[in-house]
């Protein structure tokens, strides 16, 4: 019987874990990714007068890995500075 509620309690366990594996990914995609691609895409296409980046602002995958790696970074950079800004100020 202990065996049963073990291998029960095992199965659930890898089904949860999978969950939230799967939340995971789709909150670091969503975080990462697309909030910090879209404000550094908005940043340096204003900063460049609209030569920088060539790519459209769905065109994230299209880019090379580092350029998105630094306009995203970028992009998370400054939604933190103005967030440090705007509590800093109330």
Do not use: N, Q
């Not at 999978?18 to 940043?43: E, K, M, N």
């Not at 994230?60 to 800093?88: P, R, Y």
């Amino acid at each position: 019987m202990t065996e049963l509620f073990e291998g029960l309690f095992y199965t659930v366990a890898r089904v949860v874990l999978g969950i939230l594996r799967l939340l995971h990914f789709l909150a670091w995609h969503i975080g990462f990714s697309t909030v910090g691609w879209s404000i550094g895409w908005y940043f340096y296409r204003s900063l460049s007068i609209g030569f920088f980046p060539r790519e459209s602002l769905d065109d994230e995958e299209s880019c090379h890995w580092f350029k998105a790696l630094v306009i995203e970074l970028s992009g998370l950079m400054i939604l933190i500075s103005v967030i440090k800004v705007l509590s800093g100020l109330l």
